[in-house]
């Protein structure tokens, strides 16, 4: 089994900052990649940012030079700092884990349970 737990969402006035954090545990053999999602009520889940074992990361437009992903990879755990909050980036976050099980196994994709996070205007 894998577990992941995710923390650090919360309300926030626009232009505030929050740090989400998403610690991987369980099943484990290698990380592909880790990253965070968003939904807002009734649109679809988006992705926020990504980042790769490698470190390579990847953003959604909208959050370019505001929002970072970061990973402590001792710890299997991935950040998103999220800095210059908008009213739009109210959503649900998800956590995302790409991961093998075994050396030769294929990929498999787990989520977290969503935090929400809140920015009033």
């Known amino acids: 089994q894998v577990q992941l737990v995710e923390s650090g969402g919360g309300l926030v006035q626009a232009g505030g900052s929050l740090r989400l954090s998403c610690a991987a545990s369980g099943s484990i053999f290698s990380i592909n990649s880790m990253g965070w999602y968003r939904q807002a009520p009734g649109n679809q889940r988006d992705m926020v940012a990504i980042?790769?074992?490698?470190?390579?990361?990847n953003y959604a437009d909208s959050v370019k030079g505001r929002f970072t992903i970061s990973r402590d990879n001792a710890k299997n755990t991935a950040y998103l700092q999220m800095n210059s909050l908008k009213p739009e980036d109210t959503a649900v976050y998800y956590c995302n884990l790409n991961y093998r099980r075994s050396t030769y196994s294929d990929f498999y994709n787990k989520w977290g349970q969503g935090t929400q996070v809140t920015v009033s205007s």
């Open positions: 980042i790769t074992s490698g470190g390579s990361t």
